[in-house]
């Protein structure tokens, strides 16, 4: 059987007409795995997403090395996807943990930069050895830098939807923490489930409550794991309430290396399956997009976590 008709594209009411895949496969995908990828494939990894349409490609991080050292050759990295920022067409925002980071950032050219913080008093000091509010204390310099730079602003809040340590997390904790990353002047909010608990009803009232504290829709995306299997369903609560930006990682790579029960976030071949089933415009190429996250999988000498991945790469 042939899957090239496939998915039948069936609409559904209350939905974007089109959605921006925030893709972090290159930066949150890789920076988990144990053996070091070659600077080159990374390039090419990054390539190839451009390749497939996908035209926002998180490209690496500039943390210190001794924290996260598979992305300790972002200053190799970068200006070898020079062609790729010159052309205009593919934003390749960087994650940038403090002010050393962004002078780092900043040196080779970023127009786009990440402060990721959490929602939780564990997760921040395993992540960023420091409280919550000292780690917003941290980003207060950074994100008015920037800003000031002209460079978009994003803020990653982990632990939105629960914590390996605290259990659940109460909704206005998490609004508490979401409105003092917008305030201080952050484009974009990304909610991650990074250890993957949440269900569609928790997305959907923690967006509302989201809203009714005066962060619309429009500045937030969101970032789900698929831990139990519920990504793709939260997704589609997110889409329903009216978020058009949803992260995903191509072939589902990645975790979090401090948060050991969290595992790989949400395919960017499985959402595109999704959304091309909906009528949700991408702009990108599934089949492209598929042979990369192929492609990459041979590099790391394993098969792709991607369900759609594995049935349309299937050889009988």
């Not at 786009?112 to 939780?120: D, E, L, N, Q």
């Not at 800003?147 to 632990?159: C, E, F, N, Q, T």
């Not at 999704?274 to 702009?283: A, K, Q, S």
């Amino acid at each position: 059987m042939t899957a090239a008709a496939l998915p039948m594209t069936v609409p559904a009411r209350g939905l974007p007409a089109r959605v921006r895949i925030h893709e972090v496969g290159a930066r949150d995908g890789l920076q988990n795995e144990k053996g070091v990828v070659p600077t080159e494939v990374k390039a090419e990894f990054v390539h190839r997403l451009a390749g497939s349409g996908l035209t926002t490609i998180e490209a690496t991080s500039f943390v210190h090395p001794k924290w996260v050292p598979q992305l300790a050759d972002a200053e190799a990295l970068f200006p070898m996807l020079g062609d790729l920022a010159a052309a205009g067409e593919v934003d390749l925002p960087v994650l940038v943990p403090n002010e050393r980071g962004l002078d780092r950032a900043l040196a080779l050219g970023a127009r786009g930069i990440a402060v990721f913080g959490s929602a939780t008093e564990t997760f921040a000091a395993r992540n960023l050895n420091r409280t919550v509010d000292e780690s917003l204390a941290m980003f207060e310099p950074v994100v008015a830098r920037a800003k000031d730079a002209g460079v978009r602003v994003r803020g990653y809040l982990s632990m939105c939807f629960g914590d390996p340590w605290e259990g659940a997390v109460p909704v206005p904790q998490v609004v508490r923490v979401a409105k003092a990353l917008m305030d201080l002047g952050c484009d974009e909010l990304s909610l991650g489930d990074t250890i993957g608990v949440a269900t569609p009803g928790h997305v959907g009232e923690l967006l509302s409550v989201l809203n009714s504290g005066g962060v619309s829709t429009d500045r937030v995306g969101v970032h789900f794991h698929d831990t139990y299997g519920q990504a793709l369903s939260n997704t589609l609560a997110a889409l329903q309430h009216g978020v058009t930006t949803v992260d995903a990682s191509a072939g589902g790579l990645g975790g979090c290396p401090y948060a050991k029960s969290a595992t790989g976030n949400l395919a960017t071949e499985d959402l595109v399956w999704m959304l091309d089933g909906l009528g949700v415009e991408t702009g990108v190429d599934l089949g492209a997009l598929t042979a990369t996250s192929v492609w990459m999988a041979e590099q790391l000498g394993r098969p792709s976590p991607s369900r759609t991945v594995r049935a349309l790469s299937h050889k009988e």
